[in-house]
């Protein structure tokens, strides 16, 4: 029942400023096509197609989701292209080669070895021929491989070798949560940056496409 008392509305619920949060949208879009960076969103937040579709309004890519109930709603309101932004374990796997083979253009991400083998195996085992960004540590506080980590190529050339899609490396920069000053924050994104294109760079040098280099925190 439409109401215009705070205090009467069912919770949870979601409050949304529009104005602010179309200001905010499109300040971010102009700064990424000055940079030529097309927007992935996650939208682990918002959770809502209406505001999902004001983000990617005029954009190619897709977006990012933290659960499969996440991909499975913003999939059936017509976004296809999905990332599973979530270290993936392997009890997942089944679930998202089901989702692909209905259609769903589902990717997802990885951070150790014994990750880069399950997928391996679950995807000769499931006939999925998974796509897959590679987990990169750029701070010493997230999951993933540092840059120079030569498990980051043998799990690379796993994953070739079992027919998946190494689509390239993915940072997440934790570490910028504790910065407090503008100069910290671009060391941070100095340092996020660097890591990615030095870890995306040994990927191509084996010889892959690895187009995708994902960097972003929130």
């Known amino acids: 029942m439409p109401t215009d008392s705070l205090t009467a509305l069912p919770t949870p619920c979601l409050l949304v400023d529009q104005r602010l949060m179309m200001a905010n949208i499109e300040r971010m879009n102009r700064q990424l096509e000055q940079l030529r960076v097309p927007p992935r969103p996650h939208l682990k937040t918002c959770k809502n197609i209406e505001i999902a579709r004001r983000m990617l309004a005029g954009h190619p890519g897709g977006a990012t989701v933290s659960t499969l109930a996440e991909a499975d709603y913003f999939h059936g309101h017509g976004i296809n292209d999905l990332l599973y932004a979530v270290g993936i374990a392997p009890g997942k796997l089944g679930a998202v080669a089901e989702r692909r083979a209905a259609g769903m253009d589902l990717s997802i991400i990885l951070d150790s ?106």
Request: include cysteine; glycine fraction near 8%; charged fraction near 25%.
């Open 113 to 218: 070895q014994a990750a880069a083998q399950a997928v391996a195996n679950a995807s000769r085992q499931l006939a999925c021929r998974y796509r897959v960004l590679l987990e990169v540590d750029a701070d010493g506080h997230r999951a993933g491989f540092r840059p120079d980590d030569p498990a980051l190529e043998d799990c690379a050339r796993l994953l070739d070798r079992s027919g998946c899609e190494v689509l390239g490396v993915m940072v997440h920069a934790g570490g910028s949560y504790h910065c407090r000053q503008t100069d910290a924050i671009a060391a941070m994104a100095a340092t996020e940056r660097d890591c990615a294109l030095s870890a995306v760079g040994r990927l191509r040098d084996l010889g892959l496409e690895a187009a995708v280099v994902s960097i972003g925190s929130t």
